[in-house]
């Protein structure tokens, strides 16, 4: 028998229905599924044992698209029950010598992009996983591990000169942002991919938001507003030293009190972590903080097997 098999609706995404196509020895293909093949140009209900009950559509002689419900697990099951049938993938990773199975295949073309050593490690743990059967990561936890590989935004916000373009510039270990002692310097958002504790983010050092005198950094500003509401992670960055208390209720996701080198005071009470860019306190806290936000610890101890 000589026929291929294709996932036409987005792998990994819940549905309604799915579609398959499956390309070739048509009738021999349906026989090893476990059905008798539709006749040409009609459309029949067929059954998958162990998988689902189907429509089955076949427009020519050497084209069949199956359309099971479309969960994750019955695509799964469904591509296994193929790939048992003997049939191929034609929508399969780039060969790569070393794999032993798609799944392996898929993650090797993978980590050619990964970035953070928790994508890596991830990734390299999943064909065990999808060989051992195990069950699918739950929708919520699925998004959450998305984002080792595509890296969320982080939006560092607050009052002028409290040093967050200091602390832009240590977190990513190099000058990315311009820094002064006065107000008013950073008239754009300054973005910067950023390593936080294994994981990757896209870093938005936004303008400070009480300088809207200012026409261009009004404008700016106003744009910095909309990336906060597109942000996965809102962070509010304060002095610890500032008079009149901490910020206003529903101030980020994340409160950071700066310059604690300057601070004999134990921490303020409304701020998650304290950090120094000068002596480097509390920037590994932070980091840790960010990626627990955005990728829990609950997601990353999760064994179950991730459609990435």
């Known amino acids: 028998m000589h026929a291929t098999f ?78 048992n049938a003997g049939l191929s993938r034609s929508d399969a990773a780039p060969a790569w010598p070393e794999a ?54 982080v939006v560092a916000t607050g009052p002028a000169n409290v040093g967050k373009s200091s602390l832009a510039n240590a977190l990513a270990g190099r000058t990315v942002a311009r820094v002064a002692d006065r107000p008013g310097v950073t008239r754009d958002a300054v973005a910067v991919d950023l390593e936080l504790d294994g994981l990757v983010v896209r870093w938005l050092d936004a303008p400070g938001v009480d300088l809207s005198d200012d026409a261009v950094l009004a404008e700016a500003q106003a744009l910095a507003r909309r990336a906060i509401e597109a942000a996965d992670l809102v962070i509010w960055c304060q002095d610890g030293r500032a008079d009149g ?51 829990s610890d609950a997601a990353l101890a999760h064994s179950g097997a991730w459609a990435f």
């Open 100 to 153: 032993s199975t798609d799944v392996e295949a898929r993650m090797l073309t993978a980590l050619g992009h990964a970035r953070g050593e928790r994508a890596v490690a991830h990734l390299l743990s999943q064909p065990s996983r999808w060989a051992a059967d195990a069950e699918d990561v739950p929708a919520s936890t699925a998004r959450e591990l998305d984002r080792l590989l595509h890296p969320p935004l």
């Open 245 to 295: 208390g901490g910020p206003e209720p529903g101030a980020g996701d994340l409160r950071i009190a700066t310059r604690a080198d300057l601070s004999k005071d134990a921490p303020p009470s409304w701020a998650d972590v304290s950090v120094s860019t000068v002596t480097g306190r509390g920037l590994e806290s932070l980091a840790r903080l960010v990626r627990q936000r955005l990728v």
């Open 6 to 83: 294709a996932q036409r609706s987005t792998p990994g995404v819940a549905s309604a229905v799915a579609v398959f196509e499956v390309a070739g020895d048509v009738d021999a293909a349906c026989e090893a599924l476990g059905f008798t093949a539709p006749t040409i140009g009609q459309a029949s209900l067929r059954t998958v044992p162990n998988v689902d009950t189907l429509l089955a559509i076949r427009p020519s002689a050497s084209v069949l698209l199956l359309t099971p419900h479309g969960g994750v697990q019955v695509c799964r099951a469904l591509s296994k029950a193929l790939l």
